[in-house]
């Protein structure tokens, strides 16, 4: 890679997580963007020029503007052939593909129904769609977690695309559930180790790698 990858990124966007975790497994150095939404900064002209939806991530490699993060995740990995991270073989691509789309058409609506009326309001309002959706994501994470039972990744043996998708989530709703005002609910997502022990080992094995704390949002750290 002649130039070098930038990428515009917000803290706590578990999607842009995704792109940076991908990075960071991979030792690739790149220009960091952070961004503040807060300031409307993505609503800027400057940054809506580079992406008119004014969302994040965004991947700028010269000329080149790449948006959503399996987009992302894709084009690095085309990048990078001994990356493979959306497999070597017809049956690997199949797999982790299968799983990427469970969870980008099935968990992420639930967890943007769960985690946003805890994290930036309207939970009383809202409570009976967060149980809901809490019960769906415990149904997901209940199928997950027998998935590892027999297998060290998510679509394999080897760490993949579907892991880098799939563990951002994850721990958003984990600190989600964790919040003292989703606790008052009784929802059956904790405690998370007891629940899920295949995930929770999963969870600790992708923390392992060297890199992957050092992409926690800010404020989390």
Not at 24 to 37: E, G, M, P, Q, R
Request: proline letters at 5%; one cysteine or more.
């Amino acid at each position: 890679m002649n130039q070098k990858l930038e990428l515009f990124w917000i803290s706590g966007s578990p999607f842009a997580w995704r792109v940076q975790l991908a990075l960071a497994i991979h030792h690739v150095d790149y220009v960091s963007h952070l961004l503040d939404a807060a300031k409307g900064e993505l609503k800027q002209a400057e940054y809506l020029a580079l992406n008119p939806r004014g969302k994040v991530p965004l991947l700028k490699h010269g000329e080149l503007l790449i948006r959503e993060s399996v987009a992302i995740l894709v084009y690095l990995d085309s990048l990078n052939p001994k990356w493979q991270i959306f497999g070597a073989t017809s049956q690997d691509k199949a797999i982790i593909w299968q799983q990427i789309c469970e969870v980008e058409n099935i968990i992420v609506p639930y967890l943007r129904q769960f985690v946003r009326p805890i994290f930036f309001g309207g939970l009383e309002d809202k409570k009976l769609e967060v149980i809901e959706a809490a019960r769906q994501l415990n149904d997901e994470f209940t199928l997950l977690n027998g998935f590892l039972a027999d297998r060290s990744w998510l679509a394999g043996d080897q760490l993949s695309a579907a892991d880098i998708v799939t563990y951002p989530l994850l721990k958003f709703v984990e600190r989600a559930a964790n919040k003292e005002q989703a606790k008052e609910l009784n929802l059956d997502l904790l405690p998370f180790a007891e629940k899920y022990p295949n995930l929770e080992k999963w969870l600790q094995k992708i923390e392992e790698i060297p890199g992957v704390r050092d992409t926690y949002p800010p404020y989390w750290r």
